[in-house]
T-cell receptor, first 114, second 111 residues
């Protein structure tokens, strides 16, 4: 069964450093998303991406964040200058084209900012 | 924006009993309501969803009901098994927009 994959599973970085989180969405999907989950809290939306551009973003997704689809398979989230409060699980999700909004999530990347 | 409230936050049942988790949403324009199961250390797994043109949907031991007038929807798990133990999240969205998640319910099924 096709699934969303994410790398790395765990990333430790120092405050102020840049990190890039990588995702490979399900191959025939066209909508891509990033969500995050701070430990013990609900899953929060960051950004959605379709047709090579951002289609929606939340207040969390400020100028420190960016997304890119550098090739036909990868979808990345970059945090330019990490802060302690960026520590969280980051989930990538993808969904098919059309009206269906079924989003399939990857296993996540645990980001720890020290 | 949309706000989704979920309760209870924890639920403990005996194996074989039923479990019910309830969510309410605020935006009457929301029309898609998925449920996710999250096991420890894993990403949310879509287990069932319902659209606003349907009042109930069932898949084996899992069912979801939707009351659009009251703006609430529920997950029903019958004949619970230990492997049903996990955190369950409800969510809501409008069209293709972002999912807004509830705060989660930790379900523990006691053998």
């Amino acid at each position: 069964e096709p699934e969303v994959t994410q790398t790395p599973s765990h990333q430790v970085t120092q405050m102020g450093q840049e990190v890039i989180l990588r995702c490979v969405p399900i191959s025939n999907h066209l909508y891509f998303y990033w969500y995050r989950q701070i430990l013990g809290q609900k899953v929060e939306f960051l950004v959605s991406f379709y047709n090579n551009e951002i289609s929606e973003k939340s207040e969390i997704f400020d100028d420190q964040f960016s997304v890119e689809r550098p090739d036909g398979s990868n979808f990345t989230l970059k945090i330019r200058s990490t802060k302690l409060e960026d520590s969280a699980m980051y989930f990538c999700a993808s969904s098919e084209a059309g009206l269906v909004n079924e989003q399939y999530f990857g296993p996540g990347t645990r980001l720890t900012v020290t | 924006g949309e706000n989704v409230e979920q309760h209870p936050s924890t639920l403990s049942v005996q194996e074989g009993d039923s479990a019910v988790i309830k969510c309410t949403y605020s935006d009457s324009a929301s029309n898609y309501f998925p449920w996710y199961k999250q096991e420890l250390g894993k990403g949310p797994q879509l287990i069932i969803d319902i659209r606003s043109n349907v009042g109930e949907k069932k898949d084996q031991r899992i069912a979801v009901t939707l009351n659009k007038t009251a703006k609430h929807f529920s997950l029903h798990i019958t004949e619970t098994q230990p492997e049903d133990s996990a955190v369950y999240f409800c969510a809501a969205s409008k069209g293709r927009r972002a999912l807004t998640f509830g705060s989660g319910t930790r379900l523990q099924v006691q053998p």
